[in-house]
T-cell receptor, first 114, second 111 residues
Framework: DGGITQSPKYLFRKEGQNVTLSCEQN?????MYWYRQDPGQGLRLIYY???????QKGDIAEGYSVSREKKESFPLTVTSAQKNPTAFYLC?????????????FGPGTRLTVL | GEDVEQSLFLSVREGDSSVINCTYT??????LYWYKQEPGAGLQLLTY?????DMKQDQRLTVLLNKKDKHLSLRIADTQTGDSAIYFC???????????FGGGTRLMVKP
């Protein structure tokens, strides 16, 4: 059963701690994306990667870091430098080649900073 | 730059039609998309339309595209309570690998 998984579904963090959100896909997609969603708002792009070992900053990359060591995995670290990290985080992936392909989303991780 | 705008909220009665509107600014978009987000979940692709099409119908969903006015709409016929969700429109960039999302329209369906 192919898809995108994100874990954990809910995550709590104390201020000053780094935390890593997991995103895995078995769709053989080339590109992967991380978005942040705040209540009542749309999605804002944090980072994206179109190929293994390469990634680019999105619109709101400050305070976040990523890695892309494997095609299937694109973990996001929320660092203590991120001033307002409480949000819903969505991971997506996309097959680059197809003209009609679009981004498919995971179920999301809700991060709360205590 | 790219900008996609939607109204925040729409309320309809069960059985009525819903029309969710979206305006965009990037005339070079190849595809435009509609996604649905249920509470606490990720986004689910509903449908998409190629930029040289005016209309696309898929069961209860009808997408209309007015490229001259850069206006996209999603019509849901016979709206059901299960259609209550947030609906996002999105446009791709010229390369097709990036999406710009609208802020989402929350659809509430009253029984």
């Amino acid at each position: 059963d192919g898809g995108i998984t994100q874990s954990p579904k809910y995550l709590f963090r104390k201020e000053g701690q780094n935390v890593t959100l997991s995103c895995e896909q078995n769709l053989n997609h080339d590109a992967m994306y991380w978005y942040r969603q705040d209540p009542g708002q749309g999605l804002r792009l944090i980072y994206y990667s179109q190929i293994v070992n390469d990634f680019q900053k999105g619109d709101i990359a400050e305070g976040y870091s990523v890695s892309r060591e494997k095609k299937e995995s694109f973990p996001l670290t929320v660092t203590s430098a991120q001033k307002n990290p409480t949000a819903f985080y969505l991971c997506a992936s996309k097959r680059v080649q197809g003209p009609t392909d679009t981004q498919y989303f995971g179920p999301g991780t809700r991060l709360t900073v205590l | 730059g790219e900008d996609v705008e939607q109204s925040l909220f729409l309320s309809v009665r069960e059985g009525d039609s819903s029309v969710i509107n979206c305006t965009y600014t990037d005339s070079s978009s190849t595809y435009l998309y509609w996604y649905k987000q249920e509470p606490g979940a990720g986004l689910q692709l509903l449908t998409y339309i190629f930029s040289n099409m005016d209309m696309k119908q898929d069961q209860r969903l009808t997408v209309l595209l007015n490229k001259k006015d850069k206006h996209l709409s999603l019509r849901i016929a016979d709206t059901q309570t299960g259609d209550s969700a947030i609906y996002f429109c999105a446009e791709d960039n010229n390369a097709g690998n990036m999406l710009t999302f609208g802020g989402g329209t929350r659809l509430m369906v009253k029984p």
